[in-house]
Structure formats: structure tokens, C-alpha cells
């Protein structure tokens, strides 16, 4: 172990009383930092409640974090031109039992703990198989009676079965189309359900258009 040596007249204290009782070790450390003296130190070593608990009276403030360090288990070293803190191993008091070094961090109260399982989406992008019609589209299209579920037959990919409104997609059952209107779901809305569901039960003139997702 190299201890450090430095010339006086490059340290010379400007701040008499520093530092504080009570100050933050860090602190103190980042002050001569900022002041153009290159120190390397752990967070480990030198944790932000390490506190000062000595009054430092050397001449220069190098000599002085030493008497800071030094409660503490610590110690300056030099190595490669670079001021590192570390422990002293000629130091009989072991830096975790050294009194008052340390404030005494409140221990943190856990409320709950929540463990769950990992979540898996996965999802389609269905615009390119959305169709929308218009109320004008379902009125002058011939052959459907103004209704606005017989319209759907006419896209590519429907498919019905004679004078029944009732369609269904290629690649699906009659039973897994869903009819929404305004955000609730339907439920055979036909007139004469039990003979072919001849005509549906929405009136065009009540509603601004259909959209139909195929996918």
C-alpha cells in the first residue's frame, strides 16, 4: 500500500473549518473534485451516509480527508497518478463497526408483492379487410331493399345462401359473424328468424353507414 504524498504549497487549505461534523463524506470528496483534485472512489467504500465525525485541523485539505477517512477504515492511496480511496489495512477497526459513521437508513416497508405470470399479445393489423358503405350506398344499391346487412353479400370474400339476409365470410360459419351496432352486440336481429331470416331488423334510415371487417 502507497500512501499519499502531496506538497502543501499545491493543496494549501482555503476553507478553514472544512469539513463540517455531520457533512457527507461524499460531499466532501465531490467539493475537492470540483475543485480540480482527481479522487476515485467506490459508492461502495464511500456510501452517501458516511458522514464526517471528526474535526479535521491539518494544514491542507489533502491531509484532512485523511483524518476523515481514517475512523473509518479508509485510507489515500496513489497508484498510476491517481488518487484512489480504499481500505487501510493497518487499521484495527473494521469500516462497518466504526461508530456514528453511518445514518441509519429507514428500512423500507413492502406493502405487497405481486407476482404474475408473463402476458403474450398477439394481435392481426384487419384494416386492409375493413369495407365501409355509406347510408346513400345502401339506399340505390337495387336488389337489396334498402337493408343494411343484405348489402354486406355484395363484398368479396361474402357469401349467402338465396333470399336468406343472413351472410357469412368464406372461411367462417353463419354463427361466427358479429353484428355490433353503436357498440352492442346483436343478436339474430332478423325478421322471421325460423324461415330464412328474410330482412334484418336495422332500418338504413337510422343509421350513417355499415363497416365491414372480413378478417
Same mark, same amino acid.
Given at each position: ?78 497508484? /498510476? ?13 473494521? &469500516? ?9 437508513? &429507514? ?18 393489423? @384487419? ?21 343494411? @346487412?343484405? @348489402? ?5 370474400? &361474402? /357469401? ?6 343472413? /351472410?357469412?365470410? !368464406? ?7 358479429? @353484428?355490433?351496432?353503436?357498440?352492442? !352486440? ?6 322471421? !328468424? ?11 334510415? &337510422? ?9
Amino acid at each position: 500500500m502507497l500512501l499519499l504524498i502531496a506538497a502543501a504549497s499545491a493543496l494549501a487549505d482555503e476553507t478553514p473549518g472544512w469539513p463540517e461534523p455531520g457533512q457527507s463524506v461524499a460531499s466532501a470528496i465531490e467539493e475537492l473534485r470540483a475543485d480540480g483534485i482527481e479522487i476515485v472512489y467506490s459508492s461502495r467504500l464511500v456510501p452517501l451516509d458516511l458522514i464526517v465525525n471528526v474535526e479535521a485541523d491539518a494544514p491542507d485539505r489533502i491531509t484532512r480527508l485523511l483524518q476523515v477517512l481514517e475512523p473509518h477504515g479508509l485510507t489515500l492511496v496513489s497508484q /498510476a497518478g491517481v488518487i484512489l480511496v480504499a481500505r487501510n489495512p493497518a487499521s484495527t477497526q473494521p &469500516a462497518q463497526a466504526a461508530e456514528g459513521r453511518r445514518l441509519q437508513p &429507514a428500512e423500507p416497508v413492502l406493502e405487497n408483492i405481486t407476482v404474475s405470470a408473463s402476458r403474450y399479445e398477439i394481435s392481426r393489423e @384487419i384494416g386492409a379487410s375493413r369495407f365501409a358503405l355509406d347510408r346513400r350506398s345502401i339506399e340505390t344499391m337495387p336488389d337489396v331493399g334498402d337493408d343494411p @346487412i343484405r @348489402i354486406t353479400q355484395r363484398l368479396p370474400g &361474402a /357469401a349467402a345462401s338465396g333470399a336468406s339476409a343472413r /351472410a357469412h365470410f !368464406r372461411g367462417g360459419e353463419q354463427g361466427e359473424v358479429g @353484428i355490433v351496432l353503436n357498440g352492442h !352486440r346483436l343478436f339474430d336481429p332478423f325478421h322471421v !328468424r325460423d324461415y330464412q331470416n328474410i330482412f334484418s331488423t336495422i332500418d338504413s334510415r &337510422a343509421i350513417e353507414g355499415v363497416e365491414v371487417y372480413t378478417g
